[in-house]
């Protein structure tokens, strides 16, 4: 065992950890704080940890920033769900609203790899009317972007993933089979195609980002079934063992346990660099650009935090939107027991999935759909979820003694924009001096009439299946986007489609807070699309002279 | 009920292929805690507080290990690692476990004229029912509301520490830690030579039996 990364410096002195071998190393570029580097980027999840690694493979100088330690999941993540919270982003927030958020374990990592290294994996595509959910569906916004190029790109991703999927996928345009081959079914997989077959509706295997198969140095999935504390066998496809390992190959520096408080600018307007606290001291990052990806609250909360006397509202926020319209997804789930073992904590939590009410647009009360998937899960989770219906004593005890009869089928829900849910600054710090946020979500009608249509059916669904003594989970949400959103015009919008700022044209936002409206998808997938595509389009702008 | 999982015990994996040095380390360090050492509790907290741990998890005294609950909130507390977010009506969570165990004895003694850790069993369900409930306004709970404290910090914590704790993956059946060997027998109804065996009924002894051999 080698030192502790939640403490030390890992990639430092021209090398960082190779997250492939136990104590090994690879070599790492390095540059100077007083260096102007193209890209500073802010985090390394699934937006700028992909952004970094394309931007770096075209040439520029990269340099990302990340608050989180840099693991080696082979040697430094235990099979304990307690142990793994270190993979969370532990610091205060405070959440209000009718429907506060739960965060920590839910949506935010703070890791080099973002919350990727702790992901359930499942890696979907919009369906491509989403893109102009406006103009083609009647509600939210219009993406700035067309479906068929953000269709391509889903492909490269899939590819860099080696995503395991089915041959044939059941709903939405022709899309090519995936890299790997699907993986077998487990227990609340096979209940979930039980239910869908009983009701006439298609199921598929869902498409995930854990290997089937070897690759490289990494060995396939072996079901332990804790991916979401993180993945101790590297079988999981997350940023850190798959973008990072080929932004260090080709040129990028990563600093782990940065955290970044403020974005400066010059006497133009245009960004500086980034000021951030790193081995227990402030330093300055010069660069020619500025790219935050540091997910839906705390983007919103860098920009805001580096208010000046000329952006007295924060940075890129001429059109008040940055922090507003935060929209999560509803994740309501229905759970019961059914006869057989399923013992749900084999394998990936979630290995099967419909997108029926995704894909059907009639027999609806509300705009948007939403997926369900299989859910496993492991025992805290499923201690937490007995207490939150309210459960104690003996009747816990009971109801926990089902936990291998336990089977959940859960919702990844479209939930609309509203621009009172929001990421505000709140009067309290942090260790560091900056101020934390203040997280406000409420559902509109919309919302609870989708929640309650996925509800009923779902309920249908796992009775159909076997499934007895059913009841409802009513108050979880995953996921996090819109609180800079992209647009046509700048007056609705903080970026335009190639993610960068109409008022800063040097600062750019690569993450879930772009997202102009959420689908009923895990977004993963789309925002690792959209990093391709906005490193493809940097490098276009370069080559006119237009950055 | 008997045991729905005879005579299994997840330690028995602890030097096979589903454990290694990284997990042994973290649940070796659960299982060294001493159940009666507090650091961050008062002496009357720490009372109350254990008490409160025994209603909301009532473990079977015939048990040789118990999952030392009151040690391991305390411990939590004490580190001060929090969860990433605060509901803005409750306080810190240091904060939020003194007032509500203070709460709890002025509560016992408001109704039964002793603090909470004297109550009986059932004094002490009825109390915790009705704060679960907010049907409980002694002052001392200032500005933060009972049941959501109840709900939010009391529960969350206790039963989050228990199921992290090896005693409670016996009782459930769970496979506990799994790298690198990790699982083979994926579909319904199948049990790997490594996973606990479930007792049907009237087949308890062939349940315990299977439990034995577990590795």
């Known amino acids: 065992m080698s030192d502790d990364a939640a403490l030390t410096l890992r990639a430092t002195g021209g090398r960082a950890p190779d997250v492939f071998r136990p104590g090994g190393w690879v070599p790492m570029r390095e540059y100077r704080d007083d260096e102007a580097v193209d890209f500073v980027i802010v985090g390394t999840g699934a937006g700028g940890g992909t952004l970094a690694c394309k931007l770096a493979e075209h040439g520029f100088s990269v340099v990302a920033l990340d608050a989180g330690p840099y693991w080696r999941p082979l040697e430094d993540f235990a099979s304990d769900e307690a142990h793994q919270a270190k993979l969370y982003w532990s610091d205060e927030r405070i959440v209000d609203g009718d429907n506060p958020l739960q965060l920590g374990s839910n949506n935010s990592g703070r890791s080099v790899g973002g919350s990727t290294v702790h992901f359930a994996m499942v890696s979907l595509r919009f369906r491509p009317e989403w893109f102009k959910a406006r103009t083609k569906l009647g509600y939210g916004a219009d993406w700035p972007v067309d479906w068929r190029e953000i269709w391509t790109y889903y492909r490269e991703v899939e590819q860099a993933l080696k995503i395991s999927g089915p041959i044939n996928y059941p709903w939405g345009p022709h899309r090519p089979r995936y890299p790997y081959r699907a993986h077998e079914l487990n227990g609340p997989a096979l209940v979930l195609a039980r239910g869908a077959e009983a009701l006439g509706i298609d199921w598929s295997p869902t498409p995930i980002a854990t290997l089937s198969a070897p690759r490289g140095l990494a060995h396939p999935c072996v079901y332990r079934g804790m991916c979401v504390i993180g993945c101790s066998t590297n079988a999981k496809?997350?940023?850190?063992?798959?973008?990072?390992?080929?932004?260090?190959?080709?040129?990028?520096?990563?600093?782990?346990?940065?955290?970044?408080?403020?974005?400066?600018?010059?006497?133009?307007?245009?960004?500086?660099?980034?000021?951030?606290?790193?081995?227990?001291?402030?330093?300055?990052?010069?660069?020619?650009?500025?790219?935050?990806?540091?997910?839906?609250?705390?983007?919103?909360?860098?920009?805001?935090?580096?208010?000046?006397?000329?952006?007295?509202?924060?940075?890129?926020?001429?059109?008040?939107?940055?922090?507003?319209?935060l929209t999560v997804q509803s994740n309501q789930a229905v759970w019961g027991i059914v006869q057989e073992e399923v013992r749900p904590y084999k394998g990936p939590p979630s290995l099967a999935l419909t997108e029926h009410w995704n894909y059907t647009d009639t027999g609806k009360d509300f705009f948007g759909g939403y997926c369900y998937m299989s859910q496993g899960l492991l025992p805290m989770v499923a201690g937490g979820l007995q207490a939150k219906r309210g459960l104690w004593g003996q009747r816990l005890l009971d109801a926990m003694e089902n936990y291998n009869h336990q089977v959940g089928l859960k919702i990844v829900g479209e939930c609309l924009p509203q621009e009172r849910n929001c990421v505000t600054l709140s009067d309290e710090r942090d260790a560091l001096g900056l101020r934390i946020p203040r997280v406000t979500y409420s559902y509109c009608d919309n919302d609870k009439r989708l929640i309650a249509h996925a509800l009923v059916f779902m309920r249908r669904a796992l009775a159909a299946a076997g499934g007895r003594d059913i009841w409802d989970e009513t108050d979880d949400t995953a996921h996090m986007h819109g609180t800079a959103r992209m647009g046509d015009d700048s007056a609705t919008s903080v970026v335009n489609g190639d993610c960068r700022s109409w008022d800063i044209p040097n600062l750019w936002i690569c993450d879930g807070s772009v997202f102009p409206t959420v689908g009923g998808v895990n977004p993963s997938l789309t925002i690792q699309a959209l990093a391709c595509r906005t490193a493809d389009r940097i490098k276009a702008l370069a080559a006119r002279g237009e950055l | 009920m008997g045991e729905r999982y005879p005579g299994y015990d997840v330690l028995n994996k602890r030097h096979t292929p589903s454990w290694n040095e990284q997990t042994r380390k973290v649940v070796d360090e659960r299982l060294a805690i001493d159940p009666e050492r507090y650091t961050f509790c008062t002496e009357d907290e720490w009372l109350t507080l254990k008490a409160v741990c025994s209603r909301i998890v009532p473990q079977p005294g015939r048990r040789r290990l118990q999952a030392p609950l009151a040690a391991m909130i305390d411990r939590k507390l004490q580190e001060g690692v929090g969860d990433g977010y605060r509901e803005a009506r409750l306080p810190p969570a240091d904060e939020a476990w003194r007032r509500g165990l203070r709460a709890f004895d002025a509560e016992a003694n408001a109704r039964h004229g002793c603090v909470f850790h004297l109550l009986l069993d059932a004094e002490r369900d009825a109390l915790l029912a009705a704060v679960q409930q907010g049907a409980a306004h002694d002052p001392a709970w200032g500005d933060m509301p009972p049941a959501l404290f109840f709900a939010k910090r009391l529960l969350h914590d206790i039963v989050g520490a228990y199921y992290s704790h090896p005693v409670a993956w016996n009782e459930i059946g769970f496979g506990g830690p799994a790298s690198p060997r990790g699982y083979v027998r994926l579909a319904l109804d199948r049990r790997d030579p490594w996973e606990a065996a479930e007792a049907h009924s009237g087949e308890e002894e062939a349940a315990r039996r299977d439990n034995a051999r577990v590795g």
Do not use: C
Request: glycine content about 10%; charged content about 20%; aromatic content about 6%.
């Open chain 1, 237 to 325: 496809q997350s940023v850190l063992v798959t973008w990072l390992p080929r932004a260090l190959a080709t040129g990028a520096e990563i600093r782990d346990l940065a955290m970044v408080g403020r974005i400066e600018h010059d006497a133009a307007g245009r960004a500086t660099g980034v000021a951030y606290h790193r081995a227990g001291r402030w330093r300055f990052q010069r660069a020619r650009n500025v790219v935050v990806a540091g997910y839906a609250i705390e983007t919103p909360r860098l920009l805001l935090n580096s208010a000046t006397d000329r952006f007295p509202d924060g940075l890129a926020n001429s059109s008040g939107l940055v922090g507003r319209n």
